[in-house]
């Protein structure tokens, strides 16, 4: 499959392109392209110049490296199942692809759709950081993925908001 195959089948959901993506280790960089290209997409989205740009994309680069890590580490240490083998390279690819919808976000600037691309790409993101867990942990349950995601966002989530509490008191 080429780059942008895979982006698709990741956005489509497709098991069969998470499992292509997690075996092949030459695909890393081609994740970690997915992950910018959507963070940029979603600075754009923002709509507030250069400065949002930066800050929108950098946020979310941030968001995703401390989630990619909470879930890799639940997922493997907390709540594995039996049959759970994975190591750290083969679930940030997935979820790293998973990331797709994500370049939607840069309809974001539309002003009729703005709200709406962002809470539609952030479900869909989610839909597929779920399958891609599944896949990568090798799960029999989804609802296993879902536990493992779920928990995952809202630890990165009070996470960010400590730091951004942290960080705005020291300006």
Same mark, same amino acid.
């Given at each position: 499959m080429t780059f942008v195959e895979r982006m698709v089948g990741a956005a489509r959901l497709d098991?069969?392109?998470?499992?292509?993506v997690e075996a092949d280790r030459s695909a890393t960089p081609q994740a970690l392209a997915?992950?910018?290209?959507?963070?940029?997409?979603?600075?754009?989205?923002?709509?507030?110049?250069?400065r949002g740009l930066l800050a929108g994309a950098l946020v979310n680069l941030v968001a995703w490296?401390?989630?990619?890590?909470?879930?890799?580490?639940?997922?493997?240490?907390?709540?594995?199942?039996?049959g759970t083998t994975a190591n750290a390279g083969e679930l940030l690819r997935t979820i790293g692809f998973a990331t797709s919808p994500?370049?939607?976000?840069?309809?974001?600037?539309?002003?009729?759709?703005?709200? @709406? *691309?962002? #809470? +539609?790409?952030? !479900?869909?993101?989610?839909?597929a950081v779920v399958v891609a867990v599944r896949q990568a942990?090798?799960?029999?349950?989804t609802a296993r993925a879902v536990g493992v995601c779920v928990v995952g966002? @809202? *630890?990165? #989530? +009070?996470?960010? !908001?400590?730091?951004?509490?942290?960080?705005?008191?020291?300006?």
């Open positions: 098991p069969r392109t998470y499992e292509e997915v992950v910018v290209l959507a963070s940029l997409a979603s600075g754009i989205g923002m709509g507030h110049g250069l490296a401390i989630w990619a890590w909470l879930i890799y580490f639940i997922g493997t240490r907390w709540l594995p199942e039996p994500g370049l939607l976000r840069v309809l974001g600037v539309v002003p009729v759709l703005g709200a @709406l *691309v962002f #809470v +539609v790409t952030a !479900v869909w993101t989610l839909v942990l090798d799960y029999r349950s966002w @809202l *630890v990165q #989530v +009070v996470i960010l !908001v400590v730091f951004a509490a942290l960080t705005r008191q020291a300006w």
